[in-house]
């Protein structure tokens, strides 16, 4: 968040005025106070097996650079990175990636990644066919798929300790993939490519 906004946010929220170096100054001394905090959550996450990985662009002092998510059940670390490739993600993590499941969304960075296994995250997928539910009304395809996995979601959620067969969900997703796009908008063919 830029300084000039914070202090707005303490002018506003709390009628405290504060110029920005005593914002910068204060900063500092959280980021130095929480270094041993990071360290911990950064080694959690690294011992982990599964990790959910995000990135959204951000601007710091006008250049654009990304905010970076990692995170588990338990744990959210949130790290600046000044590009979106692989490469930042192979940089903070290293070898430990080749241990972790990693749930992300279609990015191709974190197909260029050595993770044990990646799992497609799939809000991001449901978020994606609403998307071509809104472009195009007149199609069902988006709206198959989606109720799809919601049912697999549910299933899921309905019996955690169960080992839930994978074969009939396979079968159906696979019908889905299966059928021709072709009339409708290149959107469609590049979510089900992906």
Same mark, same amino acid.
């Given at each position: 968040?830029?300084?000039? !906004?914070?202090?707005?946010?303490?002018?506003? *929220?709390?009628? +405290? /005025?504060?110029?920005?170096?005593?914002?910068?100054? %204060?900063?500092?001394?959280?980021?130095?106070?929480?270094?041993?905090?990071?360290?911990?959550?950064?080694?959690?996450?690294?011992?982990?097996?599964?990790?959910?990985?995000?990135?959204?662009?951000?601007?710091?002092?006008?250049?654009?650079?990304?905010?970076?998510?990692?995170?588990?059940?338990?744990?959210?670390?949130?790290?600046?990175?000044?590009?979106?490739?692989?490469?930042?993600?192979?940089? !903070?993590?290293?070898?430990?990636?080749?241990? *972790?499941?990693? +749930? /992300?969304?279609?990015?191709?960075?974190?197909?260029? %990644?050595?993770?044990?296994?990646?799992?497609?995250?799939?809000?991001?997928?449901l978020r994606n066919l609403e998307y071509l539910n809104d472009i195009d009304k007149d199609q069902t395809w988006a709206g198959e798929v989606q109720s799809l996995l919601r049912q697999a979601i549910h299933e899921r959620n309905e019996k955690p300790a169960e080992m839930i067969s994978a074969q009939s969900w396979l079968e159906r997703l696979d019908e889905l993939l299966?059928?021709?796009?072709?009339?409708?908008?290149?959107?469609?063919?590049?979510?089900?490519?992906?």
């Amino acid at each position: 968040m830029p300084y000039e !906004r914070l202090q707005s946010l303490f002018a506003t *929220m709390f009628n +405290v /005025t504060i110029s920005q170096g005593t914002l910068v100054n %204060i900063v500092r001394k959280m980021l130095d106070k929480s270094q041993p905090a990071i360290a911990l959550i950064e080694r959690l996450i690294r011992e982990s097996s599964v990790v959910g990985f995000d990135e959204s662009g951000c601007y710091c002092n006008g250049k654009l650079n990304w905010s970076w998510i990692a995170q588990t059940a338990y744990l959210t670390l949130v790290f600046r990175g000044s590009g979106r490739g692989a490469k930042v993600l192979e940089d !903070r993590f290293g070898d430990s990636l080749k241990n *972790m499941v990693a +749930v /992300t969304d279609r990015h191709s960075a974190y197909f260029a %990644i050595d993770f044990l296994n990646n799992q497609v995250c799939l809000a991001h997928l449901l978020r994606n066919l609403e998307y071509l539910n809104d472009i195009d009304k007149d199609q069902t395809w988006a709206g198959e798929v989606q109720s799809l996995l919601r049912q697999a979601i549910h299933e899921r959620n309905e019996k955690p300790a169960e080992m839930i067969s994978a074969q009939s969900w396979l079968e159906r997703l696979d019908e889905l993939l299966m059928k021709n796009l072709d009339h409708l908008s290149k959107e469609f063919n590049e979510l089900k490519r992906g």
